[in-house]
């Protein structure tokens, strides 16, 4: 974000890095209110609170996010839990908006990481799918722990989903700027396809 500056585009729809830097700091410091992301009821009162926190001066917003979590927050806590997929994926959201971006490079105990939580997040939405997804690291990435990760019926239509653990993650976010390959019988990429992603 420091390098991108305030204005720069986002993949989140409509969003500036201003916005989304204001997400961030509401999402952290008002735990009675960050529900909203999920929780309907919540979610006018968040905007409300997020468009507010988008006149702090940038460097100030900035300060902010690096600071981390107000003490009172349950996130403060949790960070590794509850901030590792978000912050990534708001990491390539600025990286990626402009569609000129290179995969960057992790190590094998963050790949694990970040594909346990890539599948975690996937599966939330594919329960909904009526076809079996089976989701694989492309050929020759190795993880500790290899494997496809399946959901759905075992005879329902099959879908593969092939992608590195970044890009799997991003894709189970709704991210379009994802390099994911997705094969398998017409019906069931269909069936994969009328199932919004993200959460």
């Given amino acids: 974000m420091r390098a991108a500056g ?6 989140c729809d409509g969003w500036t890095t201003r916005d989304l ?28 609170l997020r468009l507010r926190e988008t006149e702090t001066p940038w460097e100030e917003l900035l300060e902010k996010i690096a600071a981390g979590a107000p003490w009172y927050s349950p996130l403060r806590y949790a960070d590794r839990v509850a901030n590792a ?16 971006w290179t995969a960057r490079e992790f190590g094998i105990e963050d790949l ?6 890539g599948t975690t997040v996937a599966k939330t939405f594919l329960r909904r799918v009526t076809a079996r997804v089976d989701l694989r690291t492309p050929p020759g990435m190795s993880l500790s722990k290899p494997g496809a990760v399946s959901t759905g019926a075992a005879l329902a239509p099959l879908v593969s989903v092939t992608a590195a653990p970044v890009e799997l993650l991003l894709w189970a976010f709704g991210r379009r700027a994802a390099d994911v390959d997705i094969s398998g019988s017409h019906q069931g990429i269909a069936a994969l396809e009328a199932v919004p992603r993200g959460i």
Avoid at 88 to 98: G, M, N, Q
Avoid at 112 to 117: E, G, K, N, V, Y
Wanted: avoid cysteine.
């Fill in 6 to 11: 305030p204005e720069a585009p986002t993949l």
């Fill in 112 to 117: 694990d990481r970040i594909w346990a939580l």
């Fill in 85 to 100: 997929a978000e912050y990534l994926v708001h990491h390539e959201d600025v990286r990626r908006a402009d569609g000129q």
């Fill in 21 to 48: 830097a204001a997400h961030l700091v509401v999402r952290e410091a008002r735990p009675d209110v960050a529900a909203g992301i999920v929780l309907p009821a919540l979610a006018s009162r968040m905007e409300d």
